[in-house]
Each structure stands twice: as C-alpha cells, then as structure tokens.
C-alpha cells in the first residue's frame, strides 16, 4: 500500500500538480497532460483492477496552433479526455473520437527510491528526485 502523497497547488486553473515536495506542470482544461504515451487496453483494465486512482480529471485537449480544434497524438486525434491520476503522479487516460476509444499513460516523476526501511515484508523508500513516499507491505 502506498501513502497518499499528491495535490493541486491551485485548483483554479489545474495547472501544478504536487507529488511530495516537487510541483510538476500538468496544463490545463485544453492541454494534453505530459509525457502522454500510448498505452493499451490490456493495461489500462489491468491497472483499474488493481489500483484506485485517486482523482479523474475531465479535459477537452485543443490543437496547439489551432484553437477550437481538436488534439492529436501519435497519430490519433482526441476529443475528450478522461485522466485518471494515482498518488505517485503516474496517470491512465482514455480518450475518444468519433467510435473509437484510445488508451494512454504517462507519468510525471521518473521515481529513483531509496531505501528508508527495510523489515521482513515490509519496504519504506523516498523518490531522490520529488520526495515521493512508497511503503510495500507483503504481509497483508
Ligand atoms: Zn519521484
């Protein structure tokens, strides 16, 4: 089980995200998240079995250079936009257009975790670079 560690520094406009002590920029109502990647169904179903997310955010991503049109990414273009984000700052994502469903992931910290403590079946670390608390507890 993981600590809760992630909030929105201004909920106005959603634009910084917290994990533990760094801020990540995340853009807003119009913006794709970043370091969107393409993902597959197998692991998006995967991942909502297993994983709570702990907040979903709703966007309409807009062509960069052409306001009012819609997103596109590796190839695919993007209407709505369902971001679902977990507590280390990693995110799923669906999206759609016209029939069909896209399934995207991406995450804001590249987590480098160092030991904090380390028992029997239970694991501490804390991410080098933003902070981020992880606990492992096998014992449950
Ligand atoms: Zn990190």
């Not at 936009?81 to 257009?97: K, Q």
């Not at 069909?100 to 904090?116: I, P």
Request: proline residues 4%; glycine residues 8%.
């Amino acid at each position: 089980m993981t600590r809760y560690k992630i909030e929105y520094i201004n909920s106005e406009d959603k634009i910084t995200r917290r994990v533990a002590k760094k801020s990540f920029k995340v853009g807003g109502y119009n913006d794709l998240p970043p370091k969107l990647k393409p993902s597959t169904e197998n692991h998006f179903v995967q991942m909502m079995l297993h994983n709570t997310p702990y907040e979903m955010e709703h966007r309409q991503p807009c062509h960069k250079d052409a306001p009012g049109q819609a997103a596109s990414a590796e190839g695919k273009q993007i209407g709505s936009m369902e971001i679902f984000w977990y507590h280390d700052g990693t995110y799923l994502a669906i999206s759609s257009w016209g029939e069909s469903a896209s399934y995207w992931e991406g995450k804001l910290c590249d987590h480098d975790y160092e030991t904090t403590t380390q028992k029997m079946c239970y694991w501490e670390g804390v991410c080098k670079k933003c902070g981020h608390e992880h606990m492992i507890d096998s014992s449950d």
